[in-house]
């Protein structure tokens, strides 16, 4: 059972570069999240898609952009990386935006250094 | 503005003993609130949620949580703790206007010693 699948699971990038972290998902789930997890500070949503064509900002959606490639698949690109963008980021995914009682399932995480 | 508190960065506790490890919400209107899990180097796993009804939930790997409105708490707890219960745990609150999106705690390390 894959579940949610995030590639790649390491990265290193220089300041400046661009990247794109790809994730699917094989539950047939229609919303889908991006988070970034930093130490102390819990998991905070970037960009989430509650619906294949729909994308929304979260809490810290500056220096990314997300896209809703398909119903499986949500990607989050930094256009140019930053110091700051270093951290652990993970894909979510859930049922339907009115099945708000269903927990979210996570991928394994990219781990990002930008030095 | 909507958050979660765990105000114990980690709890230390012997194989065997009793474990809670704490959490404390401020939403508006009645929320949804989820415990999960993470081992080292993987996402998280959700361990139970409140939705409504009986205060006291049960979940995965014999985990359970006690919702208190009045305190408006909704601590983790187990009876005799693992040592494989050491991990990372997060809390989370989804709030009745934010659809899907959730809010999380900025988590707490349980160390279960032998």
């Known amino acids: 059972n894959a579940g949610v699948t995030q590639t790649p699971k390491f990265q290193v990038l220089k300041t400046g570069q661009s990247m794109t972290l790809q994730c699917a998902q094989d539950?047939?789930?229609?919303?889908m999240y991006w988070y970034r997890q930093d130490p102390g500070m819990g998991l905070r949503l970037i960009y989430y898609?509650?619906?294949?064509?729909?994308?929304d900002k979260g809490e810290v959606p500056n220096g990314y952009n997300v896209s809703r490639l398909n119903k499986r698949e949500f990607s989050l690109r930094l256009e140019s990386a930053a110091p700051s963008q270093t951290s652990v980021y993970f894909c979510?995914?859930?049922?339907?935006?009115?099945?708000?009682?269903?927990?979210?399932?996570f991928g394994d995480g990219t781990r990002l250094s930008i030095l | 503005a909507q958050s979660v508190a765990q105000p114990e960065d980690q709890v230390n506790v012997a194989e065997g003993n009793p474990l809670t490890v704490k959490c404390t919400y401020s939403?508006?209107?009645?929320?949804?609130l989820f415990w999960y899990v993470q081992y080292p180097n993987r996402g998280l796993q959700f361990l139970l949620k409140?939705?409504?009804?009986?205060?006291l939930v049960k979940g995965s790997y014999g985990f359970e949580a006690e919702f208190n409105k009045s305190q408006t708490s909704f601590h983790l707890k187990k009876p005799s703790a693992l040592v494989s219960d050491s991990a990372l745990y997060f809390c989370?609150?989804?709030?009745?206007?934010?659809?899907?999106?959730?809010?999380f705690g900025a988590g707490t390390i349980l160390r279960v010693k032998s």
């Open positions: 989370a609150v989804r709030p009745m206007e934010y659809g899907n999106k959730l809010v």
């Open positions: 409140y939705i409504t009804g009986d205060n």
């Open positions: 939403v508006s209107g009645n929320p949804y």
């Open positions: 898609s509650a619906s294949e064509g729909t994308t």
């Open positions: 539950m047939n789930h229609n919303s």
């Open positions: 979510a995914s859930s049922e339907a935006p009115g099945s708000v009682r269903q927990p979210q399932h």
